[in-house]
């Protein structure tokens, strides 16, 4: 059974830094790409930034472009998120998740989701 624990929101000013872990369990680790997702309260989940299977290839939302950087460490069966430069409009619940696709902006390419973990940012 597949797990995706995310962890390491929290509390940051303005222009502050966070990084977000997400733990796999079950399933092969190198055999999904992976993805973070946000949602901020009342609006529709957005996509953040994607990892390939071999974290060679990234992409990410232009909306992060340049401040956030995803990374993966295959022998921990981890992905992380590095978020730089924090904004308020960053607030919202992150969440990781894994797809089988190469590497992917669709949150419906993907098959499995964390619980989410709570970023806000104080202006």
């Known amino acids: 059974q597949v797990q995706l624990v995310e962890s390491g929101g929290g509390l940051a000013q303005a222009g502050g830094s966070l990084r977000l872990s997400c733990a796999a369990s079950?399933?092969?680790?190198?055999?999904?790409?992976m993805g973070w997702f946000r949602q901020a309260p009342g609006e529709e989940r957005e996509f953040v930034a994607a990892?390939?299977?071999?974290?060679?290839?990234?992409y990410y939302a232009d909306s992060v472009k340049g401040r956030f950087t995803i990374s993966r460490d295959n022998a921990k069966n981890t992905a992380y998120l590095q978020m730089n430069s924090l904004k308020p409009e960053d607030t919202a619940v992150y969440y990781c998740?894994?797809?089988?696709?190469?590497?992917?902006?669709?949150?419906?390419?993907?098959?499995?989701w964390g619980q989410g973990t709570q970023v806000t940012v104080s202006s």
């Open positions: 998740a894994r797809s089988r696709t190469i590497i992917d902006d669709r949150w419906g390419a993907y098959d499995a």
């Open positions: 079950g399933g092969t680790f190198t055999s999904y790409s």
């Open positions: 990892i390939d299977r071999s974290g060679r290839r990234t």
